[in-house]
């Protein structure tokens, strides 16, 4: 592992740093100016605030110079991201398609897409969403029933997606759709599958199986097969988009609704049929997103929950200590992984399953700082009201969000399958 960087990376760090210091504004920093305004004024100040970054040069950090990138090596990559935590710089507007379809079409898209959507992507003109999960295929990702039907030089997409991040802002989606029927339940009974979904997948983990312990029968019944990951313009009229409201009063997600919605079949991503074989591709690039910006704001977070708990005088209390001090060395071990998970990368490794561990440390020690969190206000954790005149507000809406984080992208439970089964070769 390689815990240095280079000097032109450690240049590279001061000229970014620079660059913040002077273009975020003061009262963005102070996270209560984002609760300030709407989610759609918010969304149009990160927006805008990331295409400036862009022309200033910090956008794309690591890709080719040719598709619009920065031409830089990975630990600048990671220094970018490091210093966009320290300097509170607000969240990616188009983080799905940065973090996660980017790559993807770096790795496996045609010449023509990669110029089509990296660009566009860079300066925020299509903002990306992603559209895998569907109220029946969940962790059963491979249980989806969206469809569609090639029509001349076009697929006829119907069906109907859930949880879709940004759903309200998005321009486009990356999404996976049967372009070939999938077996139906009497085929399933027949070979032993239920026909309701047992099995584990937002993940790759259909593979590494659990329905009936048989992931071969579930595959040879072609359940993997006949997907297709298509690029649907969300801005037409066969494509609805509606909200979901949060218990925050949010709504960072909707549902997206095809009827006859319309996508060339240029538009298909990684060939016809191989839309399984794309996803997993992606979700390794979702899960193993770098834990170096990570750390750095989870030890933000870390340090200012034991900020909170001197002002509120419970600094003392032993118990929250040892809570604390294990904190601490959780999350310097994720440190150390994200720092090992560097290195592979830039030795050229392709971490595939591994990505999974990358995903369960991260979200599980992100998740138990905000349980020591809730140990420390006791029931004034669940509102997000000011205790004892102290306002708290943001970290009380942060130890929310961490419910969430050990669901998406593929749940803990998924991801244990993964690496029981695929990284450590334990039984089925
Ligand atoms: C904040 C947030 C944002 C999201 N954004 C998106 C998005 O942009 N696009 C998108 O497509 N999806 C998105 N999702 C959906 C997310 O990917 C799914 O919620 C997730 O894959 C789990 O699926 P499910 O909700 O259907 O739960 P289910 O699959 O029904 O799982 C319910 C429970 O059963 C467990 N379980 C299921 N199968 C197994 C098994 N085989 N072994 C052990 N345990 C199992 C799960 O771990 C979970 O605890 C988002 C979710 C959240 C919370």
Sequence with gaps: MDLTFTPQEEKF???????????????????????????????????DWERRKHDAGFAGIAWPTEYGGRGGTPGMKAIYDEEMALAHAPQSANALGLTFLAPTVMAIGTDQQKRDIIGPMLRNEVIWCQGFSEPGAGSDLAALRTSGVLDGDEYVVNGQKIWTTNAMHGDKLFTLVRTEPGPGPGRQAEGGISPVGTNNDQSGALEAGTARRDPEARRSHGMHRGISMLLVDMRQPGVETRPLRQLSGASEFGEVFFTDARVKASECLGGVGNGWKTAMLLLSFERGASGISQYATYRRGYDEIVAAARRLGRDTDPTLRRELASRLVELECLRYHAMHVLTQVEQGRDLGSESSITKLQ???????????????????????????????????????????????????QVQRNIVAERVLGLPR
């Excluded at 210091?21 to 209560?32: E, L, Q």
């Excluded at 997000?384 to 943001?394: E, I, K, M, R």
């Design 13 to 47: 760090r001061s000229e970014l740093r620079g660059w913040l210091d002077a273009n975020i504004p003061a009262a963005w920093r102070d996270p209560s100016f984002w609760r300030s305004v709407s989610d759609d004024e918010g969304f149009e100040l990160r927006r």
């Design 362 to 412: 991260w979200s599980e020690t992100y998740q138990k700082l905000f349980e020591t969190f809730d140990h420390l206000l006791g029931l004034d954790g669940v509102v997000t009201s000011p205790v004892d005149g102290l306002d708290l507000a943001s970290l009380q809406f942060e130890a929310f969000w961490t419910r969430s984080v050990t669901i998406w992208g593929g749940s803990s």
